[in-house]
Structures are given as C-alpha cells and as structure tokens.
C-alpha cells in the first residue's frame, strides 16, 4: 500500500516535470504578452489589421495601398514566378510534386522545425530541397529568383493563417535564439529590433512610421516602389544597415532563427503575399 502511493506521487512527479518542460507554453505566453502590450499603444487597430504594419496607422496611406493593390504593379514578375513554378524539371516532376495538395497553403507552416537536422527549415530551404531531390540547381538565397520564386508560391497560401509551429527542445532553443537577438542592441547607432518594432512602434522615424512586430512575417517578398523585390531577411539586412550594424548572410543560422521566432509571434494571422511597399 504504502508502496503504491509513492509510486503514484513519483509519477506525479514526472509528470510534473514533463508539463513544465512543454514547450509550446513560453512561446505562446511571449506572444500574447505582445499582443496586449499592442493592445495598450493601438487601441483603435483591430489585430486582423496588423499585417498592414504602417499602414494600419494612416487611413489615408492604408487607402492609396488598397488602391494600388486593385492593379498591382508586379504582376508581371508575379507571372515570370508562375512560370518557374509551373515548368518542369528535368526528370518531368514539378515543385507541385514536393508539396502537400501541389504547394496550396502550405508556406504559413515555414519556418519550420527539422528536428533530425536540428535546424530550423524556412520555406526558402523546402524549395531548394526539392530541387535538389530533383537533381537540379539549387536557388541562391536572397537572391531576385528566388525572390520571385517564392512570391509566386506564396501567393498559392494567400489568406492561410500563418501557423509556425514551436515544439520540443530544439524548436524552442532556435526561438529563444531568435528572440535574444531580437532584443540585442547592435550597430553604432546602438538599436535592437525591439527598440524600433515594439518600444519605438507608432512613432516616426524621419517620414517612416514604425510598424509593430506581429503581423511583419506574413507578407512576404514585398515589392518596394512596386517593382523592386524585397525578401524578409532582406528587410532584416536594410533594418540592420540602418543602425550601422554589419548585416548577416541570408540563410544564415542566425536569421533563420530571427525568421523563426518573428514569424511565430505573427500566427492566426492571414498571410497575403506578394504585397506593395513604397
Ligand atoms: C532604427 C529603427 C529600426 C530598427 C533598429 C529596426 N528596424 Fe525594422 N524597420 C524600420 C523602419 C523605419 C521600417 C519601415 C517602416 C515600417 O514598416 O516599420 C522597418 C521595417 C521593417 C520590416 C517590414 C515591415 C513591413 O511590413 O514592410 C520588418 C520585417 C522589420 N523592419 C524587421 C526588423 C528586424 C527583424 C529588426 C532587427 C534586426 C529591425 N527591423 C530593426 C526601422 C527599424
């Protein structure tokens, strides 16, 4: 008798122990933390409308994008991604054949965690897997093809929320990774992420508006001027630039992490991709 009870409190124990180490927990308290800090500085912006950024804070400039949308500019590079999307390989098989139901709404799973890798896998990465499990070459990252690549897949998602998922040990380091560096103060001028997106956000800085963090991981590439491509760890290259830090490489381990963790704070929200930046 006297056994069985600390058997039951041993496994009580356990797991304990077990729920305390789920790691979906400190992830989803991070983002809804945020979610009410925004909340507090936005009260008249409804959460749907973060993934305008900037534009969700000037009714005016929100109706100039919805009218340059209707037309969009790019759709010619839009199409010349079709085209690379839609033409086979050599051994006959299209990207389609990679991906779940032909590649619909699939890119608000990226990034992902490969957890026999123990890496994080941005959706950049799945392309270049599947051509290379296809025996063609593969796409420079940051590069205007792939660019333009994955403009046309990503718009195979538009509308899907966005659904990154962080779970077990691994998946939780590569987001805390990101979100130390999200936080770190960089460059001469001495700014993190945060101190623009999350302490800085509403505020201007010279003509620029700074948009809130949620809601900045779901729209990408954008085309900036309407014609000029720009991918998301291209951002993070120009946001860096901008304070006199030194950029890392795209691809890098340390800006898939960013991805990572900055796209996982943007989940339930809609992706719409490609979208216009002036
Ligand atoms: C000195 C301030 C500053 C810092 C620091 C900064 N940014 Fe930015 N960022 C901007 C400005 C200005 C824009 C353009 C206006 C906007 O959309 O917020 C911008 C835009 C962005 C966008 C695009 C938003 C959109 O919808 O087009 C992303 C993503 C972004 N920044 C991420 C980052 C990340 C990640 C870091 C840290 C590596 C960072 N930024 C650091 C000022 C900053």
Redesign the pocket.
Same mark, same amino acid.
């Given at each position: 008798m006297k056994r069985k009870l600390v058997y039951i409190i041993m496994a009580g124990l356990l797991l304990g122990c077990a729920h305390m180490g789920t790691s979906h927990i400190k992830p989803e308290e991070d983002r809804s933390a945020m979610i009410n800090l925004y909340k507090q500085i936005f009260p008249n912006i409804k959460f749907e409308d973060y993934i305008y950024?900037?534009l969700a804070m000037n009714p005016d400039a929100r109706s100039q994008y919805d009218d340059i949308m209707a037309f969009p500019p790019y759709s010619m590079d839009l199409d010349k991604g079709k085209k690379m999307w839609e033409t086979p390989f050599k051994n006959g098989k299209k990207f389609s054949s990679c991906f779940p139901d032909g590649g619909k709404n699939v890119a608000g799973n990226y990034p992902a965690f490969d957890n026999a890798a123990n890496r994080v896998v941005t959706f950049e990465n799945a392309i270049n897997a599947c051509l290379k499990a296809n025996g063609e070459a593969e796409l420079k990252y940051g590069e205007k093809e792939m660019g333009l690549l994955t403009a046309y897949a990503r718009s195979l998602s538009d509308g899907m929320k966005v659904n990154v998922k962080v779970e077990g040990s691994g998946a939780l380091a590569a987001y805390e990774k990101g979100k130390k560096y999200?936080a770190a103060r960089n460059g001469q001028l001495n700014?993190?992420?945060r101190?623009?997106?999350v302490q800085g956000s509403g505020k201007f800085?010279r003509m620029?508006q $700074?948009?809130m963090m949620i809601g900045?991981?779901s729209?990408w590439p954008?085309f900036r001027g309407g014609t000029d491509i720009v991918t $998301?760890q291209g951002?993070?290259k120009q946001?860096?630039k901008?304070?006199r830090a030194k950029p890392k490489a795209a691809n890098s381990e340390e800006y898939n992490n960013?991805e990572y963790y $900055?796209t996982y704070m943007s989940n339930g929200l809609p992706m719409q991709t490609p979208v216009f930046?002036k």
């Open positions: 950024g900037a999200y700014f993190s992420c101190s623009c997106h800085i620029d $700074l948009s900045q991981a729209h954008e $998301l951002r993070f946001c860096e901008n304070v960013l $900055l930046r």
